[in-house]
Every structure is written in C-alpha cells, then in structure tokens.
C-alpha cells in the first residue's frame, strides 16, 4: 500500500481513519498455515480480540481459520460471519452465569479459566464437553501487562491441578476434549514457546481421551526497526518434531495425529493496518521540544500509552523531508496522550498527513469515545487500489442517540 494510495483514502474518507491492506492480510495467513502448520493436524482459530470488525474476523473465517472468543459477543460475531459452531471456543475468564447460559445454548465450546467456574458449570450442564485452560508456568510477551502465563498471572488454572479437574469432570460426567495454554502477546523468541508447549503436552498425557491440544497464539511482529520477525519457519518444524513424538506416546502408533490448535490474532492482521492522521499544530517549547500535534489520540491508538508501545510513524506528505526530533501527541487532554518520543521524522508542519503503522491489532479494537471523539472509519484496500467501507465513523447523534436523551 503506498503512500499516494494512502493519501487518496484520506482525501476520500477524511481523516483518522483506519485503512486494512488485503493483500497483507492474506500473506501473513499463508505464512502461518504452511510455516507453523507444518504438523499435519493443526488448525488456526483467529483471535477476535485484534480486531473484531465483522469484516476481518469473515477474511479469516473464509481463508480456514476458526474463532478464538474471549467475550460471548465475539463468539455470536464468529456465528454471524459464518464460522462453523465446532470452530468457536470461547476462553472464559471471570464470566457471568448469563455468559455462560447464553454460550452453552448456542452450543459453543468453553474454555474453563478457573476450578470454582469449572465446578458451577457442571453442577448446571453435566455431560457436556469442555476444553480446560491450564496456566503452564511459563510467561513471554512484549510487554509485562501482556504476560497470560507464569506463577503471578490470572490466566488458567494451575498446571499441578490436573488431577483437581479430572475428578471434577468424572463428578459430573463432563467430557474434556481439549485443553488450552496461553503464554502471552507479541513474543518473538522461540525458546518460550517451545517450553509451553513441553508443559501443555505433559498435560495432555494425564487426561486420555482429548480431540486437541490448544497451543494459544501470542506470534509477535517486529514494531521496531531494529527487531528480526519471528521464525515461523523452525518454529513450526520444532512443533511439528514434538507433536509427531508425543503421538506415538500417546496413541502407541504414528497414524493417529491429536489436533494441535493455534490462536494468532496480531500476527495476521497487526501490519495490514495503519491509523492515518492530520496534523494540526507544532510547537516548540523553550527548552527545544518540538511538539506535532494530530486529530487523532489514545482514545484511537490506546497502545503507546497504555503500554509504552512502539509503533512506527510515517510522514505520507512529505516522506522524503529533512530529519527533525518530534514528539507526536494527539488532542486528548490527557498527559498519556502521546504516538511518540523523540521520535526522529521527515521535516513535519501542520497539514501533513502520518500513518501510524501496526496499527491493525489493538487499535480500533481498544478504541473508545472518550471525549465523544468518534471512533474513525474503517476501510479495506485492494491489491487493485479499490477500497471496501467497513466501518463508517459515528455522527454525533449517532453517539448520544444511545442515552435516550430528548
């Protein structure tokens, strides 16, 4: 997607806007099925979280993958687009017994985070099937608050209760079919994702009888510059050598191969998206910051500064400009409210439009209305250039007509 390109949708839309490349979208899909999905019997479930625009979770669900829910509303929209039922879990974590009514009724899998949880369900629904988040003791992610995994995390119940949950599902009669991991996001090592994997299998030893086994997702993307892409590569091969060694364990034979799942979210969609921005105002304070100003803000693009997240920034209008330091902000009155730091850009001045990019994960997905900003638009672009509307951005009366005001 180039930089006119870009600027043509911006003209087209207005501006922040969410732009989706396609053609990106459809490359990184690929790379997980024929690099990760080396083993035989893997299947991917999109994580909806990312990105929840009825829209993208249809590209995935129409290119194989499942859907990974953590809310009931993610699985109805899994439904919505056409995902088949059997190809919808449902990770439970603090839900409500109308959450859990609601998503046994429709039939969905759930994924049980936690013994007293596991407990009610059964006493309400035995004989059911259920899958069993376990907590593996093992943590990685690109950044704290994203860790899922690990001795201090919510997430799972603890791997040494497996005896706990197999007495619980004999108790009431409830068939575990798969058990499920999440170590956490945005990792690009290889070490800790193999351990997990070690630890998840040890699991699925202790409980006979299982259709899956739940890897999680967490397959990071370089933000930076300087950082390398995960090797999807060796990584699928080193999963494929474990899962092809635990079967004969398992099984006693090598023709039965136990499903191994995957839950990418970042990955597929994270660089297929940018938030497109004007700028509105520079200042330069006494001491030498020079501030950019944008029509944008955390309440878009939450992750910089909820996180310290780097996202990489590009100046469309000018991108071959004289290097200049700049802080990048947005108009939210908050002190959070920042793209970037010292961040060195193409000479930079009011009406130049930027594109924040790895904007595809977490952006809108994570946005609000806070100061009654409306959320952008949202398009999808083309390898030919034409562009799709997925999102139209809110009037004003759209906003407040939701609070019965007359």
Same mark, same amino acid.
């Given at each position: 997607?180039?930089?006119?390109?870009?600027?043509?949708?911006?003209?087209?839309? %207005?501006?922040?806007? +969410?732009?989706? *490349?396609?053609?990106?979208?459809?490359?990184?899909? @690929?790379?997980?099925?024929?690099?990760?999905?080396?083993?035989?019997?893997?299947?991917?479930?999109?994580?909806?979280?990312?990105?929840?625009?009825?829209?993208?979770?249809?590209?995935?669900?129409?290119?194989?993958?499942?859907? *990974?829910?953590?809310?009931?509303?993610?699985?109805?929209?899994?439904?919505?687009?056409?995902?088949?039922?059997?190809?919808?879990?449902?990770? @439970?974590?603090?839900?409500?017994?109308?959450?859990?009514?609601?998503?046994?009724?429709?039939?969905?899998?759930?994924? +049980?985070?936690?013994?007293?949880?596991?407990?009610?369900?059964?006493?309400?629904?035995?004989?059911?099937?259920?899958?069993?988040? +376990?907590?593996?003791?093992?943590?990685?992610?690109?950044?704290?608050?994203?860790?899922?995994?690990?001795?201090?995390?919510?997430?799972?119940?603890?791997?040494?209760?497996?005896?706990?949950?197999?007495?619980?599902?004999?108790?009431?009669?409830?068939?575990?079919?798969?058990?499920?991991?999440?170590?956490?996001?945005?990792?690009?090592?290889?070490?800790?994702?193999?351990?997990?994997?070690?630890?998840?299998?040890?699991?699925?030893?202790?409980?006979? /009888?299982?259709?899956?086994?739940?890897?999680?997702?967490?397959?990071?993307?370089?933000?930076?510059?300087?950082?390398?892409?995960?090797?999807?590569?060796?990584?699928?091969?080193?999963?494929?050598?474990?899962?092809?060694?635990?079967?004969?364990?398992?099984? %006693?034979?090598?023709?039965?191969?136990?499903?191994?799942?995957?839950?990418?979210?970042?990955?597929?969609?994270?660089?297929?998206?940018?938030?497109?921005?004007?700028?509105?105002?520079?200042?330069?304070?006494?001491?030498?910051?020079?501030?950019?100003?944008?029509?944008? /803000?955390?309440?878009?693009?939450?992750?910089?500064?909820?996180?310290?997240?780097?996202? %990489?920034? !590009?100046?469309?209008?000018?991108?071959?400009?004289?290097?200049?330091?700049?802080?990048?902000? %947005?108009?939210?009155?908050?002190?959070?409210?920042?793209?970037?730091?010292?961040?060195?850009?193409?000479?930079?001045?009011?009406?130049?439009?930027?594109?924040?990019?790895?904007?595809?994960?977490?952006?809108?997905?994570?946005?609000?209305?806070?100061?009654?900003?409306?959320?952008? !638009?949202?398009?999808?672009?083309?390898? *030919?250039?034409?562009?799709?509307?997925?999102?139209?951005?809110?009037?004003?009366?759209?906003?407040?007509?939701?609070?019965?005001?007359?």
């Amino acid at each position: 997607m180039d930089n006119q390109n870009l600027i043509n949708m911006a003209r087209k839309y %207005g501006t922040p806007l +969410f732009t989706y *490349d396609y053609e990106t979208i459809l490359a990184r899909i @690929e790379e997980l099925k024929t690099q990760i999905g080396q083993y035989e019997n893997c299947e991917f479930l999109y994580a909806a979280k990312a990105n929840h625009n009825p829209h993208i979770v249809k590209i995935m669900v129409e290119n194989g993958f499942g859907v *990974d829910a953590v809310s009931i509303n993610e699985a109805k929209v899994g439904l919505l687009v056409g995902c088949p039922l059997e190809k919808v879990m449902y990770t @439970e974590n603090n839900i409500s017994d109308a959450e859990m009514d609601e998503a046994h009724e429709l039939g969905i899998l759930v994924n +049980f985070n936690s013994i007293k949880r596991l407990h009610k369900f059964g006493q309400k629904y035995p004989g059911s099937k259920i899958c069993v988040r +376990f907590n593996p003791n093992v943590g990685a992610a690109s950044h704290s608050t994203n860790i899922t995994g690990g001795p201090n995390s919510k997430f799972g119940i603890a791997y040494q209760y497996v005896e706990d949950v197999k007495k619980i599902a004999e108790q009431y009669d409830l068939k575990i079919v798969g058990i499920h991991q999440h170590i956490g996001s945005g990792w690009l090592t290889l070490e800790e994702p193999q351990l997990a994997l070690d630890v998840i299998l040890d699991i699925a030893r202790q409980i006979p /009888g299982l259709e899956f086994v739940d890897f999680g997702g967490g397959f990071g993307v370089p933000y930076k510059p300087e950082q390398s892409r995960l090797d999807l590569q060796t990584l699928g091969a080193k999963f494929k050598e474990k899962m092809d060694a635990f079967n004969l364990e398992y099984y %006693g034979n090598t023709e039965q191969k136990i499903k191994l799942r995957f839950e990418p979210g970042r990955y597929a969609i994270c660089e297929a998206g940018k938030l497109i921005t004007e700028v509105t105002n520079t200042k330069t304070t006494p001491e030498g910051k020079t501030y950019v100003g944008t029509n944008t /803000g955390m309440n878009h693009l939450i992750r910089p500064a909820l996180y310290g997240s780097y996202h %990489g920034i !590009t100046n469309l209008s000018n991108p071959e400009g004289p290097l200049k330091t700049y802080d990048i902000v %947005g108009n939210i009155c908050e002190s959070a409210d920042y793209f970037a730091k010292d961040r060195e850009l193409p000479e930079t001045t009011p009406g130049d439009l930027l594109s924040i990019n790895n904007a595809g994960a977490y952006g809108t997905a994570m946005s609000s209305l806070y100061h009654l900003r409306s959320i952008p !638009t949202e398009v999808l672009i083309y390898k *030919d250039g034409t562009d799709k509307l997925i999102k139209p951005a809110q009037s004003f009366e759209e906003i407040v007509s939701v609070y019965n005001y007359k």
